[in-house]
């Protein structure tokens, strides 16, 4: 999806968010800045900025020297550009955040700091890639267990 020109209001504070263009990306976010620091992305923008290696230092740059307010990270969240409510799904395959996503547009909603800790989860996309297979192979294995636990009840 294109970057959209109007003003979006922050899913999590309401706060009118800020245009932030990352210039190594070639795209702009929206960023809580006045509010809770959340940032919006629109669909696909997330993959060039979640590896540790991409530069984001205009983000960081905006972030400088702002404090931001707490926000309740557990409530239903409304998408900012179709105004459905967004789906809590974990950012990654090692589960430590979960980000809200709109199913209609494809855009993700990232609580201050959550975006860092991603960046950090690993130190490239090979590791990230293992990772998801290991927990893959981690749930067949369950698949196993689970259909013998089935047939075990079966025979009672
Ligand atoms: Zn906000
Ligand atoms: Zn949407």
Partial sequence: ???TYEFLNCPACGTPMK???????GFIIDVCLDGCGGI???NRELSKVDEKTEDISDLSAAYAGKTFHRVEREQDRDCPVCHKKMVKNCASAKQE???DECYQCGGKFFDYNELEILRNQYDSDEDRIADIKK?????VKMEV???KLMHKDDMI
């Fill in 1 to 3: 999806m294109a970057d």
């Fill in 19 to 25: 245009k932030v263009f990352l210039e190594k990306q």
């Fill in 40 to 42: 919006w992305f629109d």
């Fill in 97 to 99: 955040i979960t980000v």
């Fill in 135 to 139: 927990i893959a192979k981690d749930s």
């Fill in 145 to 147: 267990i689970l259909n």
